[in-house]
């Protein structure tokens, strides 16, 4: 494999090659995967033993219609088949969301989510670039977001809560008063993938108030949580005139009948699933004070189930993934093609500790040698940076070429807000001090809810629910009347054994 890595990346039009083209450079067994964020504690063995036995059957007929496994989902989930889409993964409502629903420009911070840049951007929209700032830890300001928005005139704006690539994570009461203040842009889309792995609240998804507003998405994963990805399934949550607008477009058999076995079969496991999100949030923390021992490793405090971490001055993120997947059979992600990152930094799925381990005594060798800090890490300039589209290519090619933060005017006084739009205007937030490694936690440390933010007044509450929606539907009836279903205040059933919105119920 050792000769085939470098050009493996380069003829790949994604950020890294797929794990059956790694597979068939070698002796047909993968490396241990750091890089595709995916749970790995679900499916349970038993699940997978239960999958196969029905192979023949499941890749032999055809699924039944995406309606029939989208009403299975919603009963499972307590949500309102009218405001729900499921598609053949996220990917694909991404690309819906931006021919349906983006006229002309979109705003998103950035390092993110690749498809929230290049999608818009490949269908010739205005793609405005909030850069998050190193030295603020790549945490996101809303405020100065929002001032942003007004200043460059945008019309749909993206927040990936936790973001990816570095984790950071937005609280709810923060998301509903953006979301409010943003009520004359054409979209807001919260981007929830990877919220399930969040332990920062009990409740955090804002699922609940998208319904009720005219111009709200929520995009949910169900590969990346349910440790699935080649199965490709995924749903959005919204108003009902928007879910139905993009589920008028999907196809009848956009789902495949993987997606559907599985759907069916998670009303019978959610304990199983509940304790996988909670081993991976311990998990994290275990991950985030080992790797953060290693001389001159900047660990970010991250709500996902991967960490976004700075590689030491001198560490060169190519050479770093190269010799990591040639020596050590490890496979990492190296982020300098993504757009406000550089090759300085990597992000690392959360994996059991026996994979840990092997990562920690990789890096040891290919940052120091053979002992900490015996040796310098290797530097090289790099390779060139391709995203395999061309306008993505132009962009980056008018920065410094590697994909690091643009220069984006900020100004000082945003642009007038329409009077209609209750104008947003939050306490300041206090400056956070330049991240620092973090420490190792205590022998019987679990993860302990994050700091309310007070910088924020009290959200406003739902709409009334004699307001009608965009689509003539009230509150009221989203919530339940008129022969919808009910919704209750958490996404999945609490009576039941399957866990909440952020997977924070029952445990078993």
């Known amino acids: 494999m050792a000769g085939n890595v470098t050009s493996l990346f380069r003829s790949t039009a994604a950020h890294s090659p ?32 239960a999958m196969a036995s029905r192979l023949r059957d499941i890749i ?11 009403a299975e989902l919603c009963g499972l989930l ?84 936790p973001n990816n690539p570095d984790g950071g994570y937005q609280h709810k009461q923060t998301l509903v008063q953006f979301m409010d203040a943003m009520a004359d842009l054409d979209l807001v889309v919260i981007d929830e993938s990877f919220l399930e792995f969040a332990d920062a609240e009990a409740e955090p998804s804002v699922v609940q108030e998208a319904m009720l507003r005219p111009n709200v998405i929520v995009l949910r994963s169900l590969g990346k949580n349910f440790g699935l990805h080649g199965i490709r399934f995924g749903y959005l949550v919204a108003n009902p005139a928007l879910a139905g607008k993009v589920r008028a477009m999907l196809p009848k058999w956009n789902l495949n009948s993987f997606a559907e076995h599985v759907v069916f079969m998670l009303r019978d496991h959610g304990t ?44 060169e993120g190519t050479v770093v993934r190269d010799r990591l997947l040639t020596e050590h059979r490890v ?73 690091t933060p643009m220069p984006m005017p900020m100004p000082a006084v945003p642009q007038q807000i329409p009077q209609q739009v209750p104008p947003y205007h939050p306490q300041p937030i206090p400056q956070q001090p330049a991240p620092q490694p973090i420490a190792a936690p205590a022998a019987q440390a679990v993860p302990q809810p994050l700091p309310q933010p007070a910088a ?13 929606a965009r689509g003539g539907l009230t509150a009221a009836q989203v919530r339940g009347t008129n022969g919808l279903e009910a919704a209750p205040a958490t996404g999945w059933p609490g009576p039941q054994n399957w866990p909440n919105a952020a997977g924070m119920g029952q445990t078993g």
Not at 21 to 27: F, G, I, N, Q, Y
Not at 85 to 103: F, P, Q, Y
Not at 289 to 313: A, H, I, K
């Open 331 to 403: 496979l990492v992600r190296e982020c300098g093609n993504k757009i406000g990152s550089s090759s300085r930094f990597l992000r690392l799925v959360v994996r059991p500790q026996s994979d840990v381990h092997r990562l920690v005594s990789g890096l040891e060798q290919v940052l120091y040698g053979t002992r900490r800090g015996a040796a310098g890490p290797e530097q090289t300039t790099g390779t060139g940076y391709s995203s395999g589209t061309a306008a993505v290519d132009r962009l980056v090619g008018e920065t410094n070429g590697a994909g």
């Open 60 to 70: 032999t007929y055809y699924p039944s219609g995406a309606d029939t496994i989208t």
């Open 456 to 468: 924020f007044p009290p959200a406003t509450g739902p709409t009334p629910p004699g307001v009608p």
């Open 78 to 161: 307590r949500l309102p088949p009218q405001c729900v889409a499921m598609g053949n993964g996220s990917t694909e409502l991404i690309t819906w969301i931006d021919h349906l629903l983006v006229r002309e420009s979109l705003a998103v911070p950035v390092p993110t989510f690749g498809r929230w840049t290049d999608q818009p951007m490949e269908t010739g929209k205005r793609v405005d670039m909030f850069p998050l700032q190193e030295s603020s830890g790549f945490a996101l300001d809303l405020a100065q977001y929002a001032e942003f928005i007004r200043a460059r005139g945008t019309r749909v704006a993206v927040i990936c809560n």
């Open 272 to 315: 199983e699933y509940a304790r996988s999100l909670l081993q991976v949030r311990r998990d994290r923390l275990e991950m985030s004070s080992q790797l953060s021992s290693l001389p001159g490793l900047t660990v970010y405090p991250s709500q996902g189930n991967f960490l976004f971490v700075r590689l030491p001055v001198g560490a």
């Open 18 to 49: 797929s794990m059956a083209a790694l597979a068939r450079e070698s002796d047909g067994a993968g490396p241990v995967d750091f890089c595709i964020p995916c749970n790995p504690y679900f499916p349970t063995p038993q699940m997978f033993e």
